[in-house]
């Protein structure tokens, strides 16, 4: 599976950005998919997550009631609405496939990567 993530870019404090992610090579409909971000110097972590099937999300405590995760099995795509961003949201955000039908929360149960795309939010 390959995964491309796109929809990245700079925006200011409190402005809205969509991110996109679309799988090849396999169907990413039997995968949960995840967003993560990771901020220069620091660890990469987890910013959602969606179920195979997309009844089941989780969201970082720092981006809960702002962000919102969504997929198109049909089209084996992954969505991340991004809302009310803050500078603190900066980040190069990775979309991420792992092989299991519940949630996946750690990087290690993630088994496809997309490459990344930066998101700036500038004060």
């Known amino acids: 599976v390959q995964l491309q993530a796109s929809g990245g870019g700079l925006v200011q404090a409190g402005g809205s950005l969509r991110l996109s992610c679309t799988a090849s090579?396999?169907?990413?409909?039997?995968?949960?998919m995840g967003w993560f971000r990771q901020a220069p110097g620091r660890e990469r972590e987890i910013v959602a997550a969606?179920?195979?099937?997309?009844?089941?999300?989780y969201y970082a405590d720092s981006v809960k009631g702002r962000f919102a995760i969504s997929r198109d099995n049909d089209k084996n795509m992954v969505f991340l609405q991004m809302n009310s961003l803050k500078p603190e949201d900066t980040a190069v955000y990775y979309c991420?496939?792992?092989?299991?039908?519940?949630?996946?929360?750690?990087?290690?149960?993630?088994?496809?990567w997309g490459q990344g795309t930066q998101v700036t939010v500038s004060s």
């Open positions: 991420a496939a792992g092989e299991l039908y519940g949630l996946a929360y750690v990087l290690n149960e993630y088994d496809y």
């Open positions: 090579g396999g169907s990413s409909s039997t995968y949960c």
């Open positions: 969606i179920s195979w099937g997309g009844a089941s999300t």
